[in-house]
């Protein structure tokens, strides 16, 4: 079946690294994201990978991609206070459509 | 180009009201599809629409729940009698194709029932 799991907090301080962490079980992944959510508001898209590769990098973002442990981070170096939110890993799974599987979010506190 | 329009924002109904949320998604886009995010839970798909068409309902409750995309005008999503446990928000995103890679989220509707 499809099922994606992530940690339910995580806490840094302020100019650390943050590594978010996210299992899924469905091997028809197609695309993996990740997505941040703010108190109140909506989903914003942070980053992407094709599932055929295993890392991506953009400015502060690094993603890298295990599929044969089906394992998935998210990289944000040099956090700020700013990214202090819910962060959401999620998969679109092959002839699906666009639907994604979401992981149940991880809440980053970043303390001064 | 105004991103995926989602409203009421905020929506209050009493037990066995109907509650109606509606999203128009970005200018271009054919496919919607709707999500709702229990209190601190993710996000779980309930429906896929393109234009006219249901395409996948399979996380939509059996009862109450229904979900149109007309020719022309927003998606809708219908709960019919609400109760307590419909409580949630609910999240649209729209994309161009089911090739495209990106599906951009509305602001959500945040439904209370009382």
């Known amino acids: 079946g499809e099922d994606v799991e992530q940690s339910l907090f995580l806490s840094v301080r302020e100019g650390d690294s943050s590594v978010i962490n996210c299992t899924y079980t469905?091997?028809?992944?197609?695309?993996l994201y990740w997505y941040k959510q703010e108190p109140g508001a909506g989903l914003q898209l942070l980053t992407y990978?094709?599932?055929?590769?295993d890392m991506k990098q953009d400015q502060r973002l690094t993603v890298l991609l295990n599929k044969k442990d089906k394992h998935l981070s998210l990289r944000i170096a040099d956090t700020q206070t700013g990214d202090s939110a819910i962060y959401f890993c999620?998969?679109?799974?092959?002839?699906?459509?666009?639907?994604?599987?979401f992981g149940q979010g991880t809440e980053l506190s970043v303390k001064p | 180009n105004a991103g995926v329009m989602q409203n009421p924002r905020h929506l209050v109904r009493r037990r066995g009201q109907e509650a109606r949320l509606r999203c128009s998604p970005m200018k271009g886009h054919s496919h919607v599809y709707w999500y709702r995010q229990l209190p601190e839970e993710g996000l779980k798909f309930m429906v896929y629409?393109?234009?006219?068409?249901?395409?996948?309902e399979s996380g939509m409750p059996k009862e109450r729940f229904s979900a149109e995309f007309p020719k022309e005008g927003p998606s809708i999503l219908r709960i019919q009698q609400v109760v307590r446990g419909d409580s949630a928000a609910y999240f649209c995103?729209?994309?161009?194709?089911?090739?495209?890679?990106?599906?951009?989220f509305g602001q959500g509707t945040r439904l209370t029932v009382v």
């Open positions: 629409l393109q234009k006219e068409n249901i395409i996948d």
């Open positions: 469905d091997s028809s992944s197609t695309y």
């Open positions: 990978i094709f599932s055929n590769m």
């Open positions: 995103a729209s994309s161009p194709g089911t090739g495209n890679t990106e599906a951009f």
């Open positions: 999620a998969e679109s799974i092959y002839n699906q459509g666009g639907k994604l599987i």
